[in-house]
């Protein structure tokens, strides 16, 4: 099949297919699965002329209505991977999904992080041993990110360090902006030959916490994070790779009984995640996850392991 170039779409010059490529739109999915104001300001383009980009590449894809027989299939190309315990699998389903963001949301201390972690190695797996055969990028926004912890995990399970370390890309970033612009940079990263399977954000809100501060700047801050989950769950369908996303919690003072943790983001990222997890400490090195919402499972609660070889039941 001939190859085709983004100057082959009507309307697109080769000035024009510069600023898409240098924005990161180098194919038809990009372009077609992108709304045309981010279009726009991300090429320097006017929203016009973005929103023609746009409806020609959903033409050459034949983007339209579907069998829900057609949908059956394309679901059977979503993969799982393990969390190393085989309750937290079953709760999930099988593992942490592609296609979907999945949320982890808990108190300082919770295990978040470390499953994040363990996700990093077990992708690198081969699939019938509960990986993707795929690596990892890890958005690092409160500087959790640590090698010493993978390669501890990689040892204990038989694996060479170097090579799992060498097929993680990390990103430490400070603000809401860099956190945006390093997870653009993953489709120009995959298109080049990465095999990346599973993008790991720790933690989704915490910048965008520290920046919008005060009821006045909430509705800014709510927009900015739904575009950003939207981002991710574009490149989740586009990719079949699995997100994974920790969240930090708050205590809402008008519950008077029961347990007051409540995740960060509101109603935004509970729309945006498709599986949902509250973890929770319980004694000694166990966990107790909890599952709040998932499209296909009923809620239900597991107990497993953190030790210093990974995620166990």
Known sequence: MEEFRLEDLPGVGETIAKKLRNAGFRDLMALATTPPQVLAEACE????????????????????????????????????????????DTLLGGGIPTQAITEFFGEFGSGKTQVGFQLCVNVQLPENKGGLNGGAFFIDTEGTFRSS????????????????????????VFSTDHQILITEKIPEIIDNGFNGRLIVVDSLTGLFRAEFIGRGTLAD??????????????YADRYNLAVYVTNQVMARPDILFGDPTAAV???????????????????????VARLVDAPDLPPAEVVFQIT?????D
Not at 76 to 82: C, H, L, P
Not at 153 to 168: C, E, K, T
């Open 308 to 312: 210093s070889e990974g995620i166990k």
């Open 45 to 88: 383009i006017g929203e016009g002329i973005a929103r023609r980009i746009i409806n020609e590449a959903r033409k050459q894809l034949r983007m339209e209505f579907l069998g829900a027989d057609e949908i059956l299939e394309k679901q059977k190309d979503i993969k799982r991977i393990s969390t190393g315990s085989k309750a937290l």
């Open 221 to 234: 801050r709510q927009q900015k994070l739904n575009q950003y989950v939207h981002m991710l769950q574009r």
């Open 265 to 287: 983001g509101g109603h935004v990222i509970a729309h945006a995640c498709g599986y949902r997890i509250y973890l929770r400490k319980a004694k000694e090195n166990k966990r």
């Open 149 to 172: 912890r993978i390669a501890e995990i990689s040892r204990a399970m038989g694996l060479n360090p170097i090579d799992v370390l060498r097929n993680i890309k990390v990103a430490r």
